[in-house]
């Protein structure tokens, strides 16, 4: 394997031109290189967003409700806080019970709360939040899939009653993740833009911190918030940059706290030794996904045939990516195959078989095979190229696009074949949340197909594991059926903490694109 892997690489300087899905920056302006910053006092935590892949923009702090980062964990609070495993959790702005049946949550928000700017944080806000994030454009789909249950929410005093359809085994689990807004300053906002409504540049906040300064395209500064009812953070000033690239920021001493999975990232950080690295268990998938048809009727003809489908995936040798990274296994659905769940299915690669069912299938091979990534890293692009490789073999004339808005050139603008993404997921479930007919991204190339709705349903609703096991395997069979997207690996996820910091011994760190108890009010400057 290590063989064919170096040869591999030896080829892919040599596979042409590639083209991008947006407008390209300056390779030399100080935006780009990431190194623009300001003076940072020493008692100054640094942070930093990456705006690589379109997920953030450096115009305003990006919605919690898509992503969580550590600089929002530090600004906004759920009702409940979880464990590193995210499975777990306590009470933070609000306290449960559960009916038997699963159907009816009481939910008690703790007196006293208030926003930092003084006004009462209470459960009208926490109504107002899920109301707006069901109808949100931008959200989390573990979010859509858990408020899609809910029937009814009565308010009385300090008390919220949430009634369920249908029971929900990760309900809680899921509200430990949402954000609580503030609805006294968002609620003639439009929901369908309210993660680029202005608030994001001023955002009245719950938690640890609030804004102080922002700069519009470089940074903004967080002051402690004097309205948090907790125990204060030691920490008392943090700075948060806009980067593009992780590796500069980190040579270029802006940041403290990074995280990363790609072998040029972790190991380029392991080089400078100004950091400790944190390997955390976190399920996340790097997959393909194939631009069919979308639910505005908008089709692309070649993806159409399930028989192509498959033939692009033989023709690929996805164990051979796998040493791209580190600690990477191959994937043959969305449950890993050392979990008791898997079904034993596996995609094979054969290359002269891939361009033999590719002929069978109809496929126009003088057609240019679009591909379409967002990860600007050295090790994505390493990846596309061998990609393209493998099918230049099998006959398509490739062409491979780096975006600077994935989630714009993906789901809107549409103009590939071939997807290459990544998720870094809650739980298997929401893997499977991809394939629901109303999430609001996957509808656009998948067409809104409605057969994996009720799989999905049972599979929230499923609180015993065999129950659990059995529907998953139905959901595997069903989306190796259907071929619209298809995992490759799994890949180890590193938190890497600048060795300026001093960390509670108790620390444990979750999955970096949620938020978890990092016991902070006790994080240190060394």
């Known amino acids: 394997m290590k063989k ?6 030896s080829v892919v300087m040599a596979l042409g031109v590639f083209a991008s899905c947006g407008p390209q920056q300056d390779s030399d302006s100080s935006e780009n290189s990431g190194t623009s910053a300001p003076e940072f006092e020493e008692s100054s935590l640094k942070l930093v967003l990456s705006t690589a892949d379109g997920s953030s923009t450096d115009d305003r702090i990006p919605t919690p409700w898509y992503n969580r980062n550590m600089a929002t964990n530090l600004m906004f609070r759920s009702l409940f ?3 590193s495993t995210l499975t777990s959790v306590k009470p933070d702005l609000a306290d449960y019970t559960i009916s038997d049946d699963g159907l009816i949550y009481e939910i008690t928000v703790k007196d006293g709360l208030k926003w930092s700017d003084g006004e009462p944080l209470t459960a009208e806000d926490v109504v107002f939040s899920i109301k707006t994030a069901q109808k949100a454009a931008s959200i989390n789909a ?3 899939s858990a408020f899609a249950k809910i029937t009814d929410m009565v308010v009385e005093g300090n008390i919220l009653t949430i009634k369920l359809a249908e029971p929900y ?7 430990a993740q949402f954000a609580i807004l503030p609805k006294h300053v968002l609620k003639d906002s439009d929901p369908l833009t309210i993660d680029s409504d202005p608030f994001w540049q001023h955002p009245v906040t719950s938690g640890f911190y609030t804004i102080d300064e922002f700069k519009v395209g470089n940074y903004f500064t967080l002051k402690p918030n004097e309205y948090y009812e907790g125990e204060p953070p030691k920490i008392k000033k943090v700075t948060v940059s806009f980067v593009t690239d992780y590796v500069t920021a980190a040579q270029s001493g802006i940041a403290d706290y990074l995280h990363g999975n790609a072998t040029d990232i972790v190991e380029a950080l392991r080089k400078t030794q100004k950091y400790t690295a944190y390997e955390v268990d976190v399920l996340f998938y790097k997959y393909f996904i194939f631009n069919m048809k979308g639910i505005d009727g908008k089709e692309n003809a070649a993806m159409q045939n399930v028989a192509v489908r498959k033939a692009i995936i033989e023709a690929i040798d996805r164990a051979a990516l796998t040493l791209l990274y580190p600690n990477a296994s191959v994937l043959n659905s969305g449950v890993p195959d050392s979990y008791d769940a898997y079904n034993g299915f596996s995609y094979q690669f054969d290359a002269e078989q891939a361009k033999e069912d590719l002929k069978a299938a109809g496929y126009d091979f003088n057609r240019t095979f679009k591909i379409c990534y967002y990860n600007n890293d050295q090790t994505s692009t390493d990846l596309i190229n061998i990609v393209a490789y493998y099918l230049g073999q099998a006959g398509l004339k490739v062409e491979t696009t780096l975006s600077n808005d994935g989630t714009t050139d993906l789901f809107t603008t549409r103009d590939y074949d071939l997807g290459f993404k990544g998720k870094s997921a809650f739980s298997i479930e929401e893997w499977y949340t991809e394939y629901l007919s109303s999430d609001a991204l996957f509808a656009n190339i998948f067409g809104g197909d409605t057969a994996f709705d009720e799989l999905v349903a049972e599979l929230f609703a499923a ?9 998953l395997r139905q959901l595997q069979a069903l989306e190796q059926e259907k071929v619209y997207k298809v995992p490759v690996f799994t890949v180890g996820t590193y938190v890497f903490v600048s060795n300026r910091l001093k960390l509670p011994q108790d620390v444990r760190f979750c999955n970096p694109l949620y938020s978890c108890d990092l016991n902070f009010s006790n994080w240190e400057i060394a």
Do not use: G, P, Q
Request: glycine residues 0%; hydrophobic residues 55%; aromatic residues 10%.
């Open 81 to 83: 806080i979880a464990d």
């Open 169 to 175: 085994a990760s309900m809680v689990d899921v509200l």
């Open 142 to 144: 573990i979010y859509t």
């Open 463 to 471: 609180t015993e594991e065999e129950k659990r096991s059995e529907v």
């Open 4 to 9: 064919v892997f170096a040869f591999l690489m």
